[in-house]
């Protein structure tokens, strides 16, 4: 469960990322952030693992205050929170599987991560990963060998061997074309079903959000100004979020036909 | 030329220079002026003018009659010091690219955050890099006494300042996203380095190791000049007592030998990147 | 829960026997060269005690009576430098031409000249000074002869870069107007290489006033003289003196150097 209990966030140079913000998700929800850009949701999402850290409330993520946290404390949270970027974060040159086992740095000790002695089990994980985001045929291929979308999974397998109880995904497909994003949507919801792993989605796609969102949060400078399940959601509810009338680039469109695995 | 398909027009910018208005004359030819006053007062200084050093080059011929016939029975210890000289090189240029790594990441401002860490790593190695290796030599052949250990010791010093600027540069220059990703995901500082640093800047490292070896080999004629070993030590006895034909002699292997080393880490520099 | 391993990476054999080889190479360096190195150890450890209060302390604290003097042959040292990057700055303008293929379409003269300036740069500085020393005597007309020659080697490899990298276009036009190649040269040719010509020259300077300061040593002027006699004497304190010069001038000259620089380009 996470809990956020009046959490603010004011930057360094002033600019609020967060303001009074309260929320609770619970466990196995899959809940996506709409919002437009610089309306919080990044900060929102990156205060869980606390890639930044709030400036006043309580976060509470399995039960624990977390803005406490010192490095230790820090990098064991860390491990259970998984997080996938925009910009996929492989290291390039490496191969994939190198890149996926990264994903148990967290879980190895240093002297043996940094001798590369992965256990098997590690390897064994890792591969698994692979095949349940399809792209465990590319296992030793060069990262920037890959497509966008390819890109983008294997950093999902890279979230999958980490074994983490919480997975944040910050603008996930907003690098990559309408089919690959539907693929990439579709690996998340699946993986947040089987596994029962909480999802939280950063979007600004309207007609994905309401695709693949059980709860939808809607957020405006900083300001959580809406918070329902999917049901309660129409395209009013957008217009108030955004606080101006839904555009044509507010939707990513392309449901259905695509990239298929490859 | 012909596989320049570009029509030019009359207004490219290019021309613009062709009208230099007079404020643009006015400032070079103020630059000219500074450019001979500095050569008018530096001839007064060294004693030597710009007519000198015409006359200088045509002189060029009396290398000839000075320093030939070369001397080739200085060819075989010349060869034992060669080699002296090629394995100080080895040596300083192995240390100094192990040591440089944890120094070349202090002195990176996208791995090092604290202020005072990461300026001090960097003025150290500026003051480092503007000591003549020469100087570096004397130093430490006075506290070593002469031969190879006090110039290895000047040659790692030396190639570490060079390292580190190189080395620190180009970490600052890599792609810091999937470091991002290695924090979130638990990872401590020294794991972030070895899966999301080294992997970066591994090709360029080689690279600059190579080149460090060549500037070593260079660096450690000259060292040998005062007493730390190598072929220079034997150039500076022989040229000491005007045995010109033996200097000469060793100058021609330096040469070839820093042709061909040149040749083959060029060769592997262009094989890495 | 147990999964599958992943297959084994398949290696080519050619690559794996190219990286066997060099990893042979590299470790039989190695081993040549920590077998043969006659280092004595315990001597250099017995020196190293015994030598480093008699050096380390003096060195840091320098011989302020001699600052005039040590000034003076820096700024000797500075001079050289400077009248060996001009000269090479003026030279190496001929010699860029001819190895640049685009200036005189021809294969045999761009090679020669690459050729001549690489052979060149090949001579540390050192090297040339005591060519000149032998062939001139000992004074800074050596040291600036020295500088000049080992300058000409890099710059005229610079500028044959920069002209084969110029827009070939203004050139064709001037020919197509009729323009004889004294006056494509001028007008067509210098006004668009003259910034980077001069920011090289710049750069080259600097690098010489590094390499200038060691010239003295072999008698070819400037403080190097000094580094001579300061460690002939083992006065250690004269050499803290010429070190703290040397390390105040050089920066200073680099941050210069890096200004002027950065407003011409």
């Known amino acids: 469960m996470i809990e956020f209990n009046d959490v603010s966030l004011v930057y360094p140079n002033g600019h609020q990322g967060l303001k009074d913000v309260n929320v609770t998700i619970e466990d196995g929800e899959f809940v996506v952030i709409v919002g437009l850009s610089g309306a919080g949701k990044s900060t929102f999402i990156r205060s869980i693992n606390r890639l930044v850290t709030p400036t006043a409330g309580e976060l509470k993520v399995g039960g624990d205050n977390i803005l406490n946290y010192k490095s230790k404390g820090l990098r064991d949270l860390r491990t259970k929170v998984g997080m996938i970027f925009q910009s996929y974060n492989l290291v390039k040159r490496n191969s994939v599987f190198r890149n996926v086992l990264a994903g148990r740095l967290g879980h190895t000790g240093t002297v043996r991560s940094v001798f590369n002695f992965f256990s098997k089990e590690d390897k064994a994980l890792a591969y698994e990963s692979l095949k349940r985001v399809n792209i465990d045929e590319k296992i030793y291929s060069r990262a920037d060998q890959l497509s966008g979308g390819q890109q983008q999974r294997v950093s999902i397998a890279r979230v999958l061997t980490q074994k983490p109880n919480y997975i944040l995904a910050d603008e996930p497909v907003a690098s990559l074309d309408p089919p690959t994003s539907h693929q990439v949507m579709k690996y998340l919801r699946r993986i947040n079903k089987e596994d029962n792993i909480t999802t939280i989605v950063n979007l600004h796609f309207i007609d994905m959000a309401m695709e693949y969102a059980d709860r939808i949060i809607g957020m405006r400078s900083g300001e959580v100004v809406f918070d329902g399940p999917v049901s309660e959601v129409s395209e009013a509810t957008f217009e108030e979020i955004y606080g101006r009338s839904i555009r044509e680039d507010d939707l990513r469109g392309g449901a259905e036909d695509g990239e298929q695995h490859q | 030329m012909a596989n320049n398909i570009n ?208 500037i070593n080999i260079r660096a450690s004629v000259v060292i040998g000049l005062v007493g730390a070993g190598g072929i220079g030590q034997l150039l500076m006895s022989q040229f000491s007592f005007n045995n010109y034909g033996a200097v000469m002699t060793i100058i021609l292997v330096i040469f070839v030998v820093v042709v061909i080393i040149e040749y083959i880490s060029t060769k592997i520099r262009e094989a890495i990147i | 829960m147990t999964y599958e391993q992943p297959p084994k990476k398949h290696v080519p054999t050619q690559k794996k ?60 040292t500075v001079f050289i430098a400077y009248v060996g990057s001009l000269a090479a700055a003026i030279l190496a303008v001929p010699l860029g031409f001819l190895s640049a293929i685009n200036m005189t379409n021809s294969r045999i003269l761009s090679t020669i000249g690459k050729w001549v300036l690489s052979a060149v740069r090949a001579f540390p500085e050192i090297i040339l000074a005591i060519m000149f020393v032998v062939v001139v005597g000992p004074n800074p007309f050596a040291g600036i002869l020295a500088i000049a020659i080992g300058s000409t080697g890099m710059l005229g490899k610079l500028y044959a870069e920069v002209l084969e990298s110029i827009d070939m276009n203004v050139v064709e036009a001037m020919q197509a107007n009729g323009a004889n190649k004294i006056q494509i040269m001028f007008h067509g040719i210098i006004p668009q290489v003259i910034p980077e010509f001069l920011s090289y020259a710049i750069y080259r300077f600097e690098i010489d006033v590094r390499a200038s300061t060691i010239l003295g040593y072999v008698g070819a002027g400037g403080i190097g003289t000094m580094i001579f006699f300061a460690y002939s004497n083992r006065n250690w304190s004269d050499m803290g003196m010429i070190l703290l010069v040397i390390i105040v001038v050089v920066t200073l000259i680099d941050y210069g150097s890096t200004y002027i620089r950065k407003r011409i380009v």
């Open chain 2, 7 to 214: 029509k030019p027009s009359l207004n490219d910018d290019r021309y613009a220079p062709l009208l230099s208005p007079w404020r643009a004359k006015a400032k070079l030819s103020l630059v000219f002026f500074i450019i001979l006053f500095f050569l008018w007062y530096s001839s007064r200084t060294t004693g030597v003018d710009f007519g000198d050093l015409i006359m200088g080059f045509t002189n060029m011929g009396q290398i000839i009659d000075k320093l030939f016939p070369i001397n080739m029975d200085v060819l075989a210890p010349a060869f034992d010091r060669l080699i002296e000289t090629i394995h100080m090189a080895i040596i300083a240029s192995t240390f100094s690219t192990i040591i440089v790594i944890p120094v070349s990441l202090l002195a990176a401002n996208n791995i090092t955050h604290n202020w005072f860490v990461y300026n001090a790593t960097r003025l150290i190695m500026n003051i480092l890099r503007t000591i003549p290796d020469v100087v570096l030599a004397v130093i430490f052949v006075g506290i070593f006494g002469t031969g190879p250990i006090g110039g290895i010791v000047a040659l790692f010093i030396f190639s570490l300042g060079i390292l580190a600027k190189l080395i620190s540069e180009t970490v600052e220059a890599i792609d810091m996203q999937p470091i991002e990703a290695m924090r979130a995901s638990g990872a401590n500082t020294i794991q972030s380095i070895a899966y999301g640093v080294m992997p970066q800047v591994a090709p360029q490292f080689t690279s600059f190791a190579l080149y460090v070896f060549e």
């Open chain 3, 17 to 76: 026997v190219k990286r066997i080889s060099i990893a042979t190479v590299i470790l039989a360096m190695y081993i040549w060269t920590f077998m043969s190195i006659d280092i004595e150890w315990k001597e250099a450890f017995n020196r190293f005690a015994s030598n480093y209060n008699v050096v380390v302390p003096q060195l840091f604290s320098p011989n302020w009576a001699r600052a005039g003097e040590v000034i003076e042959k820096m700024v000797e």
